[in-house]
């Protein structure tokens, strides 16, 4: 599942992605992404992307709703040091003030994980017996992990770097 959030104060960022080590399955990964709302300027500002795999059961919990989803967000770009925007100096120790963090829930987009059945045909014959326990890429994720990353950690995600990279080869 993919919850797109906007950014409306912490835009200005070093991060492509945050991975929470201890999470089960719920927003294990947040994606940063150019903001296209800012024309030239998003470049530099980010908008954000929470994934997250759960059952169906957990989907209709409140547990799992659009809200947590955002309370948590918040909590792994605050921990990451992501602030909001400046605001003066601070009397006290002339460090810069910062505003909070402020972010905005914008849709959630459910793509399911299992694969579809279907029955052979005279040329063509479907695999139907794969072991999902086992530790290999099943070929419908390939796309996904090639974009985001392994789901629990393994492979390395794409970064903006990575791009740029791609674009000069």
Same mark, same amino acid.
């Given at each position: ?12 960022? #070093?991060? !492509? *992605? ?5 999470? !089960? !399955? ?14 030239? !300027? ?12 759960? @059952? +169906? ?20 770009? @605050?921990?990451? /040091?992501? &602030?909001? %925007?400046? %605001?003066?100096?601070?009397?006290? @120790?002339?460090? #810069?003030?910062?505003?909070?963090? &402020?972010? +905005? ?6 793509? $399911? =994980?299992?694969? %579809?059945? *279907? %029955? ?23 796309? =996904? ?5 392994? #789901?629990? /950690?393994? /492979?390395?995600?794409?970064? $903006?770097?990575?791009?740029?990279? +791609?674009?000069?080869?």
């Amino acid at each position: 599942m993919f919850d797109w959030i906007k950014v409306v104060r912490g835009q200005k960022q #070093p991060y !492509d *992605y945050l991975i929470d080590e201890d999470s !089960d !399955d719920f927003v294990k990964k947040v994606l940063f992404y150019p903001s296209h709302r800012f024309g030239r !300027d998003g470049d530099k500002r980010k908008e954000a992307c929470a994934v997250s795999i759960l @059952t +169906e059961k957990k989907l209709k919990s409140l547990d799992y709703s659009e809200t947590y989803t955002l309370l948590k967000v918040r909590q792994m770009m @605050t921990d990451a /040091g992501i &602030k909001g %925007n400046k %605001n003066g100096i601070q009397k006290t @120790t002339g460090r #810069p003030a910062y505003q909070s963090l &402020k972010i +905005e829930f914008s849709q959630r987009d459910k793509v $399911s =994980l299992h694969r %579809n059945q *279907y %029955n052979n045909t005279r040329t063509i014959r479907f695999v139907k017996d794969i072991d999902l326990k086992k530790d290999e890429k099943l070929p419908y994720n390939r796309l =996904l992990e090639s974009v985001f990353g392994g #789901p629990y /950690g393994r /492979g390395k995600a794409r970064t $903006s770097k990575d791009v740029e990279r +791609e674009k000069e080869v």
